[in-house]
DNA sequence: TTGTAGGCGTTATCAA
DNA sequence: TTGATAACGCCTACAA
């Protein structure tokens, strides 16, 4: 096998213990042990087994990100800011994957097998009663998207969200406001139903009679595409649309729209949503609604962090992130 | 601490060997003793340590992705293609950041210290010397990007990707074609200096004197923006550039050029790299050189994979991918 | 078909 | 300042 501490003491003419100590820079070590230690571990290339180090601490130094879902820029930028933060926490990142639907058990997995000290999953629906169980077993666990009030979560506010996105679109005099949706897809997920909601609520308060939800298959740039379709295709088409779908799908709509003589904002004003790296690289400004993908990274991790070091006020902690309107020039 | 083994097999009344053979669906335990394990499992929601399996086992069951950035596209795309070609393995994937020039130490730090069964380092820059080490020492490696001939890795062909960008614009009658690169921020990393050679090159082929190398800080919006400072700076402006530092930046050129009122592909023709998603959502298209950075993922963790189960001559196996061009409407 | 015993590599406790 | 010993939870012989 591998070199272990064992070793490494023999050779050095000392006890294990004397190893471990050195190892983790104690101050009981002399001198001299201690560098011929340091010396005998550089030469034989010993590096500690971590399994031998987890199991005898009963910990896993590591925190779970869990998601049913991969190549996904919300994910990549959420995953930024968690890097970011985890860094000099010395902690390690692991990624599972979960079937969608499978993700809280994917959870409990994790964290009774101590694969992980937390966990953090992403756009997982989990019903109180297990977050109870979690909680009562001390189990860190931190819900990002679809969170439960009451138990740790990191959550986007969809409703003003879509609310504001309306009303900025009506402030512009806009009067068919239309919004593109995948709700089939994400049936359950609370960030469809919260938008529209707010779209919704935004249409009555602005006195808007028109209402028109664009059903979406996905969240791509074929449902970008085919936005143009369903709009050409109509006797009475919106004149702003709001892609509560994303910034891809709002990309590919300009995309297309400006290959199909649909001009945009004069024609049709378009709203994305997210700023994602995607909103900055249209070649038409896209004008969308900000969601700080990093930032709830960030505080996904620092409250998974607060969990395990025992901050109880943590466990019934939801932090909410505000949208914040981006003017370019589609909308 | 958490259940055990042991009070399993004491409420089910059996020995903890008898449990263990019921967690792995061993037929050597009866009907109805598995069942009667099965139901104390559930209902005490135990979950086998890993830490003690793992040590028992000499293994990690993992695969650790080392690297020094994040939020990058190119490592989503590839990280899609690795979390694909996973999943059914029964691995874990491990994400561990390095300090850029670190990644060898930490892959050691890894390997050796069983934190996973093999690492694929990003855009790390190897000698030959560690990599005979790892091999001697039978760490399962896999360089990505900046791979060494002879020692496993996954790689894009560089020098044929400009080659190809320089003789596919010189045959739309391109004559002044300048490319756009990060010398000093990328320095000693293969693709810069392959992709200048493949430039140079193809100039020389399609007798071409103008030669321009335009030196950028960065691979960002704001570097792409840049670009079109210098170009507009120029006595003797370039008609053609081969953005060899990426969509995005391509995509932040294109986006400025537009606002600035230099007309694309007229005044100049802009080519992109990567045909990442950003290449996907321009408004106006991208013309650019595909690389597939999820064939490049997948291919990456099937290596690890042979690695780990044995197969001597990947030891040696490096992959190259070709890249592809992809036209559009900015060249 | 089930049980017993030993050890994987580490660290914590206690003694020297 | 250093060393001996006993776990941590699991798995694998081997024994019953």
């Given at each position: 096998?591998?070199?272990?501490?064992?070793?490494?003491?023999?050779?050095?003419?000392?006890?294990?213990?004397?190893?471990?100590?050195?190892?983790?820079?104690s101050?009981?070590?002399?001198?001299?042990?201690?560098?011929?230690?340091?010396?005998?571990?550089?030469?034989?290339?010993?590096?500690?087994n971590?399994?031998?180090?987890?199991?005898?601490?009963?910990?896993?130094?590591?925190?779970?990100?869990?998601?049913?879902?991969?190549?996904n820029?919300?994910?990549?930028?959420?995953?930024?800011?968690?890097?970011?933060?985890?860094?000099?926490?010395?902690?390690?990142?692991?990624?599972?994957?979960?079937?969608?639907?499978?993700?809280?058990a994917?959870?409990?997995?994790?964290?009774?097998?101590?694969m992980?000290?937390?966990?953090?999953?992403?756009?997982?629906?989990?019903?109180?009663?297990?977050?109870?169980?979690?909680?009562?077993?001390?189990?860190?666990?931190?819900?990002?998207?679809?969170?439960?009030?009451?138990?740790?979560?990191?959550?986007?506010?969809?409703?003003?969200?879509?609310?504001?996105?309306?009303?900025?679109?009506?402030?512009?005099?806009?009067?068919?406001?239309?919004?593109?949706?995948?709700?089939?897809?994400?049936?359950?997920?609370?960030?469809?139903?919260?938008?529209?909601r707010?779209?919704?609520?935004?249409?009555?308060?602005?006195?808007?009679?028109?209402t028109?939800?664009?059903?979406?298959?996905?969240?791509?740039?074929?449902?970008?595409?085919?936005?143009?379709?369903?709009?050409?295709?109509m006797?009475e088409?919106?004149?702003a649309?709001?892609?509560?779908?994303?910034?891809?799908?709002?990309?590919?709509?300009?995309?297309?729209?400006?290959?199909?003589?649909?001009?945009?904002?004069?024609?049709?004003?378009?709203?994305?949503?997210?700023?994602?790296?995607?909103?900055?690289?249209?070649?038409?400004?896209?004008?969308?609604?900000?969601?700080?993908?990093?930032?709830?990274?960030?505080?996904?991790?620092?409250?998974?962090?607060?969990?395990?070091e025992?901050?109880?006020?943590?466990?019934?902690?939801?932090?909410?992130?505000?949208?914040?309107?981006?003017i370019?020039?589609?909308?």
């Amino acid at each position: 096998m591998g070199v272990t501490i064992k070793q490494i003491a023999e050779l050095a003419g000392v006890a294990p213990t004397t190893v471990s100590l050195v190892l983790r820079d104690s101050k009981k070590v002399g001198q001299e042990t201690k560098r011929r230690v340091l010396r005998i571990i550089e030469e034989m290339d010993y590096y500690p087994n971590h399994s031998g180090k987890l199991l005898k601490q009963g910990r896993s130094d590591a925190i779970a990100v869990v998601s049913s879902y991969f190549q996904n820029i919300f994910k990549m930028e959420f995953m930024g800011g968690v890097e970011r933060a985890i860094r000099d926490s010395g902690l390690q990142l692991r990624q599972f994957y979960a079937e969608s639907g499978q993700e809280p058990a994917k959870c409990k997995e994790i964290l009774f097998g101590k694969m992980a000290d937390a966990a953090m999953a992403l756009s997982a629906i989990a019903d109180p009663g297990f977050l109870q169980k979690m909680r009562a077993a001390r189990k860190p666990l931190v819900l990002v998207e679809d969170v439960v009030e009451g138990f740790p979560g990191v959550r986007f506010d969809n409703y003003a969200c879509a609310y504001e996105a309306v009303r900025y679109l009506a402030g512009k005099g806009r009067r068919r406001i239309s919004i593109s949706l995948s709700m089939k897809t994400y049936m359950g997920h609370c960030f469809v139903d919260e938008r529209l909601r707010g779209y919704i609520a935004a249409l009555r308060d602005m006195d808007l009679a028109y209402t028109d939800i664009i059903e979406l298959p996905a969240y791509d740039l074929e449902s970008g595409r085919l936005m143009l379709d369903r709009i050409l295709g109509m006797k009475e088409p919106p004149d702003a649309l709001f892609c509560a779908s994303g910034d891809i799908t709002a990309a590919a709509f300009l995309k297309e729209a400006r290959l199909r003589g649909l001009r945009v904002p004069d024609d049709i004003a378009v709203l994305g949503c997210d700023d994602s790296i995607i909103a900055h690289t249209t070649t038409l400004g896209l004008s969308t609604i900000r969601q700080p993908a990093q930032a709830m990274g960030e505080a996904a991790l620092k409250l998974a962090l607060s969990l395990i070091e025992g901050d109880d006020e943590a466990w019934s902690r939801v932090i909410t992130f505000a949208p914040e309107l981006i003017i370019r020039e589609s909308a």
